[in-house]
């Protein structure tokens, strides 16, 4: 059962933000979770019309009552998507989705990325190496939609959130998946060919306590 902890408050609250009127997507940096009471993530946002990134940090314990300037901060400042190799040709992300069994293997985490290339979302696959420089690579170039299974009737997938109890269990993972005002939960498989499924078919989003009202 969800429940909201908070009610709705401007971005502003947090310095993190500053300039962002709305949040597009956000990467988690596989390997900067929880280092020295801080977690890093990329934070990707439009600007005239153009999506940018920045690096922000959010403190442990952000919500217990930490003073704004203690609780998020700008690491690196606005960039262009150029900066990321593996985003050649996209223009605005729209959300990510871990390869459940390719987080931090061999130094690398791959993902794949959902992008609206005129008017039509499709989504490739990259992978984001451990270190300080966080190399990306293309491993492979723009599908279709209609690849995955479990995404039949949806023309563009707002957001994915993995199930938190339900990552790689029997080889299995969970994720709700969120388009228009609608939700599903969808699985993949571990292994090469990724195979995935729906195991809850859509509901409204007013089933959750948490974003409504």
């Not at 919500?63 to 900066?83: K, W």
């Not at 969970?174 to 228009?180: D, I, P, R, V």
Request: hydrophobic share 40%; net charge neutral.
């Amino acid at each position: 059962m969800d429940v909201r902890e908070r009610p709705d408050r401007p971005l502003s609250t947090w310095p993190c933000y500053a300039g962002v009127k709305k949040v597009d997507a956000i990467l988690l940096v596989p390997d900067e979770q929880r280092i020295n009471g801080r977690s890093r993530f990329w934070l990707f946002h439009s600007v005239e019309g153009r999506q940018v990134y920045r690096k922000i940090s959010i403190a442990d314990g952000a919500e217990s009552g930490l003073p704004p300037e203690q609780t998020a901060a700008i690491d690196l400042p606005d960039r262009l998507l150029s900066a990321w190799v593996s985003f050649n040709g996209i223009e605005k992300v729209d959300a990510f989705l871990p390869v459940p069994d390719l987080q931090r293997v061999d130094g690398k985490s791959w993902y794949w990325v959902f992008h609206t290339l005129m008017d039509r979302q499709v989504y490739r696959l990259i992978s984001v190496a451990d270190g300080r420089m966080h190399r990306d690579n293309l491993e492979r170039g723009d599908r279709g939609l209609d690849l995955w299974r479990s995404l039949a009737g949806i023309a563009r997938v707002d957001e994915f959130l993995a199930v938190p109890d339900m990552q790689r269990i029997n080889g299995m993972s969970l994720f709700w998946a969120f388009h228009q005002d609608k939700y599903r939960i969808i699985m993949t498989r571990d292994g090469h060919g990724h195979e995935d499924q729906v195991t809850v078919e859509d509901r409204p989003l007013t089933m959750w306590r948490s974003l409504t009202g």
